[in-house]
């Protein structure tokens, strides 16, 4: 078989004739078959190499080091997860139950914690997970009632039990039997807050299909038998409001040693169906954390966020190569071409302590602390769509 080859000394405009239509078609081909825009894949393609492969991008302040969604008063996780990391005993997953239980006890801006976020019956019930970046194994609890630590019960389904999430009562009684102390988790604050939003005829909610008109009325609600034949099918899914916008601390730590652990604690979806469990305690979703390549923490509009596992999208873009940032941006793209109106928020950090993040939908912030750092410092993250505006007139 011959193998043709340009003529020593052939003109280089007679070597671009030949090659350019090759490198034309293998480039559409591409972006066709990985389903991403041409000027990504164009800009990938003239990335040096080393550059590309770097799965960093140079702005890691050193180990040890702690990255969590939010600023404000989630800082002071950030703060306490760090200064636990500085204690050679102290394990990453000690620094993240630490930075979590922080902020279920300052129960940081109402969304982590006790006495936020009250369901239709106007309960607090808390979801949590903790993950191990060296094993990959996790724990989690979701709708877990009467218990205030739920960062800790979820390490403790971690290290005492072979599964990965516990539920409900369920959980209550196992914390129970693991020493935690049952407490009502309903404040003067939260009840009252309740008690106004049913004097305001249970508005907003996230009823869609029933009946009476959940738009106007408390129930209780019967559901409307709903043809998915129908061409009408697919708009009577979609929800009725936007739903309030909900912070969660979703955290990760890098020891020293290196080793990696993540979690997320949340009093999930203010005005919640009874029962409903968001992200949070989603393995992949809430948070991810493989310590061979990196983690990531997310927050935003959970009941969206968890059809897509960003966080586990993440740490995967992070192992075929991209950059924090990079991997931030293409998780947080994946839901938005699906949900444009999507409030959400990633923060994704690589095994050398490189961050970046990405949101939609508002400025999300993130925190971090590491190496020899004094304080904590916070990123605001414009929403992508102002993101790619602001490239855009830069061109």
């Not at 559409?28 to 078959?33: G, K, P, S, V």
């Not at 800790?152 to 369920?170: I, K, N, P, Y």
């Not at 038998?225 to 936007?242: E, F, G, H, K, V």
């Not at 919640?272 to 979703?285: A, F, L, W």
Request: with cysteine; hydrophobic share 35%; proline share 6%.
């Amino acid at each position: 078989m011959s193998v043709f080859q340009f003529p020593h000394g052939a003109p280089e405009l007679v070597r671009l004739r030949y090659c350019l239509p090759i490198a034309i078609f293998l480039i559409l081909t591409m972006a066709r078959l990985c389903d991403v825009s041409l000027l990504s894949l164009v800009t990938w393609l003239s990335t040096p190499v080393r550059a590309r492969y770097s799965n960093g991008s140079g702005n890691s302040p050193g180990l040890p080091m702690v990255i969590n969604t939010w600023g404000g008063p989630f800082t002071a996780a950030t703060d306490a997860a760090y200064s636990a990391l500085l204690d050679s005993q102290a394990s990453a997953l000690d620094a993240v139950e630490l930075g979590c239980i922080t902020c279920e006890t300052n129960q940081c801006d109402g969304s982590v914690g006790y006495g936020g976020s009250p369901d239709e019956n106007c309960e607090t019930t808390l979801d949590a997970m903790i993950m191990d970046g060296t094993t990959m194994k996790s724990g989690a609890v979701a709708a877990i009632r009467c218990i205030k630590s739920a960062i800790s019960v979820a390490r403790a389904v971690l290290e005492h039990t072979t599964h990965t999430m516990l539920a409900g009562d369920f959980a209550t009684d196992f914390a129970i039997t693991n020493n935690f102390v049952v407490e009502n988790l309903t404040t003067k604050d939260s009840a009252a807050s309740c008690a106004q939003w049913k004097a305001d005829g249970c508005q907003p909610n996230y009823r869609i299909n029933v009946t009476p008109d959940p738009s106007s009325s408390c129930g209780p609600y019967a559901p409307i038998a709903l043809n998915s034949s129908s061409a009408a099918y697919t708009s009577q899914l979609s929800p009725r409001d936007s739903p309030e916008g909900h912070d969660t601390i979703s955290m990760i730590a890098l020891h020293s040693s290196g080793t990696m652990a993540a979690g997320t604690s949340t009093n999930g979806a203010g005005r919640k169906v009874p029962g409903r469990v968001g992200d949070g305690p989603i393995t992949g979703s809430g948070s991810y954390v493989d310590g061979d390549v990196g983690g990531c923490g997310a927050t935003g509009d959970g009941d969206v966020m968890m059809r897509f596992l960003p966080c586990y999208q993440a740490v995967e873009n992070l192992r075929q190569g991209m950059t924090p940032q990079q991997s931030a941006e293409d998780a947080v793209r994946r839901m938005v071409k699906r949900y444009p109106d999507l409030q959400s928020g990633i923060v994704v950090v690589n095994n050398r302590g490189d961050h970046g993040g990405a949101g939609s939908g508002w400025t999300f912030t993130y925190a971090y602390r590491g190496g020899e750092m004094n304080e904590t410092v916070v990123v605001s993250v414009p929403p992508l769509d102002a993101v790619a505006d602001l490239r855009r007139s830069r061109l």
